[in-house]
């Protein structure tokens, strides 16, 4: 059983460029969240998707947008890319129930370098 | 909302010797915690949560934390570290009841075991 797995690994764009990250959940699970983690510091909630639908949303700005698709797998965009948006981007993905705690199981993450 | 601080960026520790990493959080409703790691270039990995019940959690890897709702603390511990705990680790909250359960981070601590 494959866990949360993400592409790219790795990927170094210039300022102003848009980027597109990849996040596949673990077999079963139908929530997706992301997450941003600048160097030495802990992870920020971006925002998170079920249904296809925008759930909930941290504090970043409209720059960053995102998509899940039927199959659960997601997208998180960000355009006008600026030097601060440099970090490791994180996926987690959940299973969505009525009640209760929900684990998150997180990806590899994507290390994206602007330059 | 709610905040996670842990007290120690980096704590250098030798063999077998014992560990505690600190936690601090702050929240107007009741939490869960968490405590995840990260090995170099690898995503997080739960180590282990408290949800409710026994203060005292067991975790993976023979780590162990004690919620302390008096004192809003959540301290991970291990009585004898390996080589191999060197990483990053982070503890995290969810606001309890709240929907989609987004995990707010502390800034992490960095574990450097020698031998």
């Known amino acids: 059983d494959a866990g949360v797995t993400q592409s790219p690994t790795h990927l170094i764009k210039t300022r102003g460029q848009q980027v597109t990250l990849r996040c596949s959940p673990k077999?079963?699970?139908?929530?997706v969240s992301w997450y941003q983690q600048a160097l030495g510091q802990g992870p920020q909630f971006i925002f998170q998707?079920?249904?296809?639908?925008?759930?909930q949303r941290g504090n970043f700005p409209d720059r960053f947008s995102g998509h899940q698709f039927p199959n659960y797998s997601s997208e998180l965009n960000v355009n006008a890319l600026l030097l601060g948006d440099s970090a490791l981007y994180l996926c987690?993905?959940?299973?969505?129930?009525?009640?209760?705690?929900?684990?998150?199981?997180f990806g590899p993450g994507t290390r994206l370098t602007v330059l | 909302a709610q905040s996670v601080t842990q007290l120690d960026s980096q704590v250098p520790v030798f063999e077998e010797a014992p560990v505690e990493l600190r936690c601090n959080y702050s929240s107007s409703v009741s939490v869960y915690l968490f405590w995840y790691v990260q090995y170099p270039n690898q995503g997080l990995q739960l180590l282990l949560k408290?949800?409710?019940?026994?203060?005292l959690v067991k975790g993976i890897n023979g780590f162990e934390a004690e919620f302390n709702k008096s004192q809003t603390s959540f301290h991970l511990r291990k009585p004898s570290v390996h080589i191999s705990d060197t990483a990053e680790y982070f503890c995290?909250?969810?606001?309890?009841?709240?929907?989609?359960?987004?995990?707010?981070f502390g800034g992490g601590t960095r574990v450097l075991v020698k031998p």
């Open positions: 077999s079963g699970h139908d929530t």
């Open positions: 995290a909250v969810i606001l309890e009841g709240a929907a989609g359960n987004k995990l707010t």
């Open positions: 998707y079920y249904e296809e639908e925008e759930r």
């Open positions: 987690a993905s959940s299973l969505a129930l009525a009640w209760g705690f929900n684990e998150q199981f």
């Open positions: 408290y949800l409710s019940g026994s203060t």
